[in-house]
């Protein structure tokens, strides 16, 4: 089996998910069962006996230790992370805490677990490190795109402390020889995304009838991911990536933020015709730090493990919507409460002209 942490969020339920309609090996699933750790993410995995979850955090190291005894995995694949910019920016204590002083916690527990297992399940053992292109910085208009070989320039505390688990785990492959393997993507979107990002954040609103607020100008520029093909190019890295290497994956989808938002008001508009969403688009003062632009090179994953995305942002984002659509009470349970103070808290002070 593998053991998968921050395995109800986002990414995290789409590859549990993935991978269990994928094949036939089971999954131990850890979560902490933070704001955007929802069980509804994994509801389709509901009675089934290949899906094993467990509730509890990264930086929990006895919880670790009897897991990894008790279940043996042979592999670990890392989702778990705090992960939204705006929010490392009101608070960034809890970023450090999860992002680097958890990632710590998890590789020492994984490194003895590792070290002790009998010599040919030690060689097959695999730790995947899922993080993001945000840890290289900001990119010109006319500046080639991040490959695997840039040099890293985080600008918000997320993105710094994720920069920071990327690190250790690179020191821990070269220093200790854990096998490990850190993929770095794009801006990804699709099914179950908390609606802080903006996808889900301008669906929510739109179908609401509320402002559609875009940071600045809105021409910051993104490279999108449909979450779909990041859980297939995750699966290819585990099964044939070069250990101690990193791969960058990306979507060949770079849009502006505006551009993504008129694609989005289009998009609903067919589907729910009479409505012109682009009346609700407003735009608030940028955030602090806002990157420019995010561009990913995938050369390397493409030409050494054949993988591709499949999705285009377009046909990606038809799938997305008609997925919100149909589940408008999973939209309904993750956006009261604690959700709705967080907008308030975010975008309240930035109401008016960019």
């Not at 990327?166 to 200790?176: I, K, Q």
């Not at 179908?207 to 979450?227: F, H």
């Not at 770079?254 to 551009?259: A, D, F, H, S």
Request: hydrophobic content about 35%; glycine content about 10%; charged content about 20%.
């Amino acid at each position: 089996m593998i053991l998968v942490t921050g395995g109800a969020g986002f990414i995290g339920a789409n590859f549990v998910l993935d991978w269990l309609a994928s094949g036939d090996e089971p999954v131990l699933n850890l979560d902490k069962l933070t704001y955007a750790g929802n069980l509804g993410n994994l509801a389709d995995a509901a009675g089934n006996p290949r899906h094993q979850f467990v509730r509890g955090d990264i930086g929990d190291r006895e919880l670790l230790r009897r897991l990894l005894a008790e279940h043996r995995p042979r592999a670990v694949v890392n989702f778990a992370a705090e992960s939204h910019v705006d929010r490392s920016i009101h608070g960034p204590g809890d970023f450090i805490q999860t992002n680097v002083v958890g990632s710590f916690n998890l590789l020492e527990e994984v490194r003895a677990y590792w070290g002790a297992l009998p010599e040919g399940e030690r060689e097959s053992f695999r730790f995947l490190h899922v993080s993001t292109d945000e840890v290289y910085g900001s990119l010109g208009a006319a500046d080639p795109a991040f490959c695997e070989t840039t040099a890293y320039a985080p600008n918000s505390p997320y993105s710094a402390s994720k920069a920071a688990s990327d690190h250790l785990v690179r020191a821990y492959h070269h220093t200790y020889g854990l096998p490990t393997l850190t993929t770095n993507c794009s801006n990804n979107y699709g099914p179950r995304q908390f609606p802080e990002k903006l996808v889900p954040l301008m669906f929510h609103h739109a179908i609401t009838g509320k402002p559609l607020p875009i940071y600045g100008d809105g021409k910051n520029v993104r490279d999108w991911l449909y979450v779909g093909d990041h859980c297939s190019a995750i699966r290819a890295v585990l099964d044939r990536g070069r250990v101690g290497e990193t791969y960058n994956i990306g979507g060949k989808s770079e849009k502006t933020n505006l551009e993504v938002v008129h694609a989005l008001c289009a998009a609903l508009g067919e589907l729910r015709p009479g409505i012109d969403y682009t009346r609700q688009i407003s735009f608030v003062k940028d955030r602090p730090g806002h990157d420019r632009r995010y561009a990913i090179d995938s050369t390397k994953i493409e030409s050494e493990l054949g993988w591709r995305p499949r999705e285009s942002f377009d046909s990606g984002l038809a799938k997305t919507l008609a997925w919100y659509l149909a589940h408008e009470d999973w939209i309904g349970a993750v956006t009261s409460g604690e959700y709705q103070q967080w907008v308030d808290l975010n975008y309240a002070s930035r109401k008016g002209a960019a």
